[in-house]
């Protein structure tokens, strides 16, 4: 522990030391641009939170850009292409795509702008470091316990995110993986995609439970890998008059999903520290400014969360974070 915050120290004299020397081209403080997926997610907000804990430690200034929503990645890699025009210090980045966004963080760091991938990973070595939760095994994580819900037999449904998200992708790979390997249980459907949307989530969760006959049997439990999914579903099963009758394991945490968990209607989320992941990731880049080496793979952890441990203080902390220090009321 003691090294640790002895090499941060020495991380925060080097990143003042450049501010007095490296400024931007308009001037001011040198800013690092974080880049989310989207911006309407509560997910992105406790990013958003971490990363201004972590730019008012080390007095840079971060400039928080992303597209409204998870499914405009042309949106994403123009806010990519400005930030590298506007000649940031670095850029720490939620690719919306593991393919598409490889290219435009090439040009930034051939730019000699670093780049660090936060939540979802990047195909390529361009950038630096990867800080994110291991999606493959949170996605095992909730295979286990979803197969504990149902009693080791029943039949399973999915509904995956969207394609071309490395990190839902691993989420859904870690739980089918973990699925599996439970001989009594049959899984029923795990080709079908939600969306970026809670509304679009909302529909294909429909279409899913009206085809396996959910009503009548055909569905004792189903997984979903990320919060807009999570919600689409809940609703869905709500409106079949399902919620609380099929197992639901879902991922990530807010406020309505909290609700939920304490109402029944879902029995267990597995949870991210989303301001873990906003604090690390710019964290990082600025140990990269400071010429410092940085880890290739840094892991923010991922929890279980049900009824038994949703009231504890830890739990708490990652659950529901304090935002308003950092991002105002």
């Keep these: ?63 928080w850009k992303g597209p409204l929503q998870e499914d405009d990645l042309k949106g994403q890699i123009d806010v990519v292409q400005s930030f ?61 316990k979803l197969g504990a819900l149902v009693g080791q037999k029943g039949k399973i449904a999915v509904l995956r995110y969207q394609e071309g998200s490395a990190s839902t992708q691993k989420r859904e790979e870690g739980f089918l993986e973990a699925i599996r390997k439970i001989p009594g249980i049959q899984i029923v459907s795990d080709n ?27 569905v004792d439990g189903v997984f979903c890998p990320n919060e807009s999914t999570t919600f689409g579903m809940l609703l869905a099963l709500r409106k079949a008059n399902l919620a609380g009758k099929i197992k639901f394991v879902g991922f990530d ?13 879902v029995h267990a989320l597995v949870v991210q520290d989303p301001f873990k992941i906003g604090y690390e990731a710019v964290r990082a880049m600025a140990e990269l400014v400071a010429g410092k080496p940085v880890p290739p793979r840094i892991d923010t952890g991922a929890v279980v969360v049900d009824k038994s441990n949703l009231d504890k203080p830890e739990t708490k902390a990652i659950v529901a974070p304090d935002l308003a220090p950092w991002l105002g009321k």
């Design 1 to 63: 522990m003691f090294g640790r915050t002895l090499r941060f120290a020495l991380t925060l004299a080097f990143v003042l030391l450049l501010l007095s020397c490296n400024k931007n081209k308009e001037g001011g403080a040198m800013k690092i641009a974080v880049i989310p997926k989207g911006t309407t997610h509560e997910f992105w907000k406790a990013v958003h939170a971490g990363a201004v804990k972590a730019s008012r430690e080390i007095g840079v200034e971060i400039v």
């Design 84 to 144: 590298v025009a506007q000649g940031v210090r670095g850029i720490v980045l939620a690719p919306l795509n593991e393919k598409a966004l490889e290219k435009p963080v090439a040009s930034a760091v051939a730019a000699n702008i670093p780049v660090v991938v936060f939540d979802s990973d990047l195909a390529g070595s361009a950038h630096k470091s990867f800080v994110a939760t291991d999606n493959l095994a949170a996605g095992r994580l909730a295979g286990e």
């Design 192 to 218: 079908q995609y939600g969306g970026a949307t809670t509304e679009s989530a909302f529909e294909k969760a429909e279409s899913l439970l009206a085809a396996q006959n959910a009503s009548g049997g055909g």
């Design 253 to 265: 945490a807010s406020e309505k999903l909290v609700g939920a968990l304490r109402d029944g209607h």
